[in-house]
């Protein structure tokens, strides 16, 4: 079973600098939201990353950390 973690690493476009930010809805290879300071930037998968949009600025990610989580005999 694969789990996500419920934070991620957005990078602005235009200066490259990076904030970990918190993240909610996430699907795999469509979209997530970020929480920076709380705002909410909306991101979507254009194939290679995770892209958004807010306050004239770019925001790229490369989506949260999976764990591979395996499972015992129940």
């Not at 934070?7 to 939201?33: H, P, Y």
């Not at 970020?34 to 958004?52: D, H, L, Q, S, T």
């Not at 989580?69 to 129940?74: A, C, N, Q, W």
Request: aromatic share 10%.
């Amino acid at each position: 079973m694969i789990q996500f973690d419920n934070k991620a690493t957005l990078t602005n476009t235009g200066n490259d600098m990076a904030v970990e930010v918190e993240i909610d809805n996430f699907r795999e290879g469509k979209s997530f939201d970020a929480f920076p300071a709380k705002n909410k930037i909306a991101m979507r998968w254009n194939g290679k990353v995770y892209v958004g949009n807010a306050l004239g600025m770019e925001f790229t990610s490369p989506g949260p950390a999976s764990f591979n989580i395996k499972e015992g005999r129940k």
